[in-house]
């Protein structure tokens, strides 16, 4: 079990014990922006008090007092902060207990929630057009687009990608009877490309 489930499992422990009213969806842990405010946070206290009838302060107290007596596992220091986030710090032995996770899980089985569900995506990217020299942007996106497919299919999406080259249209058309034009050592249409780009794509 992951240092971040048995955080949130505490959590909903603790709020089962104070007999505060919540949903599951509710309990939510994210990592704080500044170091000093410990290595998990939660906001848990300030989304139920309007339910609970209570100040998200006193809540966070409760909680936080609640949690520390249940003594979790790597957990070290429990504190309230702000109008009512409660914030986790941790002993160095977590690091060693998510590096036996990840052992134990495997290349297969570490860091694959299954948040798609099996929903079909198609990621479509690139789209590069042959009117015009490719440039570091295609390839940038090119890689970005093959990255989120392999992140999301990770995560559980049926993912299917597309790498689009534009090869249809008007512009393929004036770019075609350019080419043609510059082969045959005619004229280029007046409407269609006169750059050194399509001379060299015509000696090709």
């Known amino acids: 079990m992951t240092t971040e489930r048995r955080l949130a499992d505490g959590i909903v422990a603790a709020l089962a014990t104070l ?3 919540f949903e599951p969806q509710e309990v939510q842990l994210v990592r704080p922006a500044r170091p000093e405010h410990g290595d998990w946070s939660t906001n848990v206290a300030l989304v139920v008090a309007k339910s609970a009838g209570r100040a998200p302060r006193d809540i966070a107290n409760d909680l936080s007092a ?3 007596a249940a003594s979790i596992d790597d957990v ?3 504190e309230v902060a702000g109008p009512g986030f409660v914030n986790f710090k941790l002993a160095k032995s977590w690091l060693h207990h998510a590096l036996v996770e990840v052992v134990e899980a495997g ?3 570490y860091a694959t ?3 798609g569900g099996g929903e079909r995506v198609q990621i479509e ?3 590069a057009n042959p009117t015009g020299p490719l440039h570091v942007g295609n390839g940038w996106l090119g890689s970005y687009g093959d990255a989120l497919g392999r992140v999301m299919s990770r995560c559980g999406w049926d993912v299917k990608r597309e790498f689009y080259v534009n090869d249809t249209g008007g512009q393929i058309r004036l770019l075609g009877e350019s080419l043609l034009a510059r082969r045959r050592g005619e004229v280029v249409p007046e409407e269609g490309y006169q750059g050194e780009y399509v001379t060299q794509l015509a000696q090709e």
């Open 19 to 21: 007999h505060i009213p």
């Open 66 to 68: 609640t949690l520390l």
């Open 76 to 78: 070290v220091a429990v």
């Open 107 to 109: 290349t297969e089985g």
């Open 113 to 115: 929630p299954g948040l």
């Open 125 to 127: 990217f690139v789209s």
